[in-house]
């Protein structure tokens, strides 16, 4: 079969695909009081699985068009499945379901949350993000999700919460890369407890209107759109609030090049590369590297604190 790639400029596919997802059969039966009834439903698209409906925000724009679905989802970085960028199909053995995420440390209601008994309890809505790589590539993904906000609601940090700290799964049956043991396992970020308050911090569970992929983070990972796409960590195990500030994957094995704000800067290059101008996935046109990857109006009061800092790696 011939397989034609569409350029990442062609958005009819997705503009054809309704701005509301069915994300959640049991959400949905709740809440048209319909579970128990007996009452007959439309049936799902094959594949959806329980996902709450998810309205794109328009507060978000992107200014730029979408990354085609497919570049997104088959150019990868997941060093647990390997550290090459074509890890989409040996992700699909990681298991969606059941999916527990703990969130746990110097909360009030420490917690142990089935997936989809917190999206019940969340607002979930459609972000269109930009998401810029240290390695200057960059995409532009329609993400479905909620706030991280709304998940440190649930928990109720202590005042003494300093840092949260975010977990991937390590899972040796699915993931060949957990076998390369002088990386420090598991896949650890972190952001202060600002960084976690501002609304741009999204914990991400589709991505075009289905299921996050399990090669791009599913089912859940966190999403910073004004950092290095590595402060995004993927498939979250443990959300932990600390005093400490947590020592990334990547920091912890190079420090010199990758620090733990890693905000986007494009005046401040890699000790490797610069960082002024970035490649877009699939049309491979290469465009002009913004601060904070444009993001500035909504994170620049943030730093304004903060000194003597490497802010930028
Ligand atoms: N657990 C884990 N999370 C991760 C990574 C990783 O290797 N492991 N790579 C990071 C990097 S460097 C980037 S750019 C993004 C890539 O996300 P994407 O595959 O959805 O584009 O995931 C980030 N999160
Ligand atoms: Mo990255």
């Not at 810029?132 to 940090?157: D, I, T």
């Not at 620090?259 to 101008?277: C, D, E, I, L, M």
């Amino acid at each position: 079969m011939l397989l034609r790639k569409n350029p990442g400029w062609t958005i009819a596919e997705r503009q054809a695909t309704p701005e509301t997802l069915f994300f959640g059969r049991r959400a949905a039966l709740a809440a048209a009081g319909l579970a128990g009834t007996g009452v007959a439903l439309p049936t799902r698209r094959a594949g959806a699985v329980d996902l709450p409906t998810a309205m794109r925000n328009p507060r978000y724009r992107p200014e730029r068009a979408l990354t085609a679905e497919r570049e997104a989802t088959t150019y990868n970085n997941y060093y647990e499945f390997g550290s090459h960028k074509t890890i989409s199909a040996a992700a699909q053995r990681l298991p969606q379901r059941p999916w527990t995420l703990r969130v746990e440390g110097l909360v009030e209601r420490p917690g142990e949350f089935a997936l989809d008994d917190l999206l019940r309890r969340v607002p979930v809505e459609e972000r269109v993000y930009r998401h810029r790589c240290v390695e200057a590539w960059a995409m532009v993904v329609p993400w479905s999700g909620f706030q991280l906000s709304e998940l440190m609601k649930l928990a109720a940090p202590l005042g003494s919460a300093k840092y949260v700290r975010f977990e991937t799964a390590a899972v040796p049956s699915a993931m060949p890369g957990l076998r390369q043991s002088w990386y420090p396992w598991p896949y650890v970020e972190g952001c202060t407890i600002q960084e976690a308050a501002n609304e741009l911090s999204f914990m991400v569970v589709g991505a075009y209107g289905k299921p996050l992929p399990p090669q791009n983070g599913g089912p859940v990972r966190i999403h910073f759109p004004w950092k290095y796409g590595f402060k995004s960590g993927k498939s979250l195990a443990r959300v932990v609030l600390t005093d400490q500030r947590p020592k990334s994957f990547w920091e912890q094995i190079q420090p010199q090049e990758y620090g733990f704000w890693a905000n986007v800067n494009p005046a401040v290059p890699h000790p490797r590369w610069s960082q002024a101008s970035e490649r877009l996935l699939g049309t491979e046109e290469r465009v002009p590297t913004q601060l904070f990857n444009g993001y500035g109006e909504f994170v620049s009061g943030l730093y304004e604190g903060v000194q003597g800092e490497r802010l930028w790696f």
